[in-house]
Each structure stands twice: as C-alpha cells, then as structure tokens.
C-alpha cells in the first residue's frame, strides 16, 4: 500500500526567493512518485515525475525533485519564484511496476507569492 | 486531442436527487479515474478502471456511489440519492500505462441542497 504526506498546507514565499515544498511517502514497493499542479478551477496538470534512473527529477516551469529513498522523501524546488507560481501542489505516489496499484495524492500545498 | 472531457461543469441539485456525472477518455487510454477533491479530505480516489474493468473501488464511499465504463470512451459516477456532504469538485483522469501521467478533466462542481 502506499500513502503521502505533504508537509505544511500552505506555503508563502516571496518573489524571487527560493520555493520548497515538502513530501514524504510510503510504499511497500518501489514507488513512483509525481508532482501535479493545480491552478483555479482547472484540473491537474503534471509537473514531474521519478520512476527510475537518476533521483534529481526535472519538470517544467523550473521545478525539479529529488527522490531520496533514505529519507523517503520527494521534495519539490525552484530557485526562484515567479508570481505566476502561485497554485495548489499536490505530491502522489504510486506503486511503481506493481501490479496492482492505483495513483495516491497527498493533501495538497498551496503556494502563495508575495510581490 | 481535446483532453478528458467532463460533464457537466456545475450541479446544483436538491438533497435527494439522483446526480449522473460523465467522463470521456482521451482516445486510447486504458485507465480511467475517478476522483473527488474537498477542502476537508483533499483529493480522494473513488474507483479506477482498466479496459473498462473497475479494478478498485474501495474509495467509494458507500452504496449510493456507483459507476460504470460501458465502452473505452465513456464512463459515469452516479449519486443515488444525493446528499449534502457530496458537494466537492469530481474529478476523472485517464492514462494509458500504468502508474505513469494521468490527464485530468476540468472536473464538475457538484453542490447538494
């Protein structure tokens, strides 16, 4: 079974400054994990993704992840945050190749900037 | 492709109402999901399908939800009878491999008086 916690439901940073948003999961199996964005009244939209190979993950609009599977941690970055950032984040996992497994979210982050 | 396409937006119904919620896929997709987003649970997973087959649908939260998939490019959630707490925003997604990128429809806003 897997689940995923997101740590803190709403995050504030300022124009320019650096943007972490945290996740954790757990899996019974090797995972894949996700970060999905959600901006108002749309749908989810995939930002990246981990399944294998190498753990530093790169999506779009200069987000990137690293997968850490000491820490079972999959926290998301940007270096520099744009106002057009602001939205809701939300962290999933899944159980990777298993056979038998469904797509997790964790409660969301939503991310505020301020000018 | 136009996406996944949900129907309708908005629901504003009376306590008591059957509520039929529709989804189509996006061609050639093989899995579909249902999901529910509220401010106090967040984004729950109801029932997922493979090749129109429900394969889990332990996040159904009791018998008044039920769903189908009578073909690859159309599914329904359906509330029989609606309540209140049913009000959330519905969502379906599909994909077409397993445990990789899910496409999310726009979702419909369902309000239960």
């Known amino acids: 079974a897997q689940s995923v916690t997101q740590l803190g439901s709403h995050v504030s940073v300022s124009e320019g400054a650096l943007v972490l948003l945290r996740c954790n999961y757990s899996s019974s199996v090797p995972p894949y994990l996700f970060w999905y964005v959600q901006y108002p009244n749309q749908g989810l939209q995939l930002l990246l993704k981990?399944?294998?190979?190498?753990?530093l993950v790169k999506g779009i609009n200069g987000f990137e992840a690293e997968f850490k599977k000491s820490e079972t941690s999959f926290h998301l970055t940007k270096p520099s945050a744009h106002m057009s950032d602001a939205a809701e984040y939300f962290c999933a996992v899944s159980g990777g190749d298993s056979s038998a497994s469904k797509i997790i979210f964790g409660s969301g982050t939503r991310l505020s900037i301020r000018p | 492709d136009a996406g996944v396409i949900q129907s309708p937006r908005h629901e504003v119904t009376e306590m008591g109402q059957e509520v039929t919620l529709r989804c189509k896929p996006i061609s050639g997709h093989d899995y579909l999901f249902w999901y529910r987003q509220t401010m106090m649970r967040g984004l729950e997973l109801l029932i997922y399908f493979n090749n129109n087959v429900p394969i889990d649908d332990s996040g159904m939260p009791e018998d008044r939800f039920s769903a189908k998939m009578p073909n690859a490019s159309f599914s329904t959630l359906k509330i029989q009878p609606s309540e209140p707490r049913d009000s959330a925003v519905y969502f379906c997604?599909?994909?077409?491999?397993?445990?990789?990128?899910?496409?999310f429809g726009s979702g419909t806003q369902l309000s239960v008086l």
């Open positions: 997604a599909s994909t077409g491999a397993r445990n990789e990128k899910l496409f």
């Open positions: 981990y399944t294998t190979g190498a753990t």
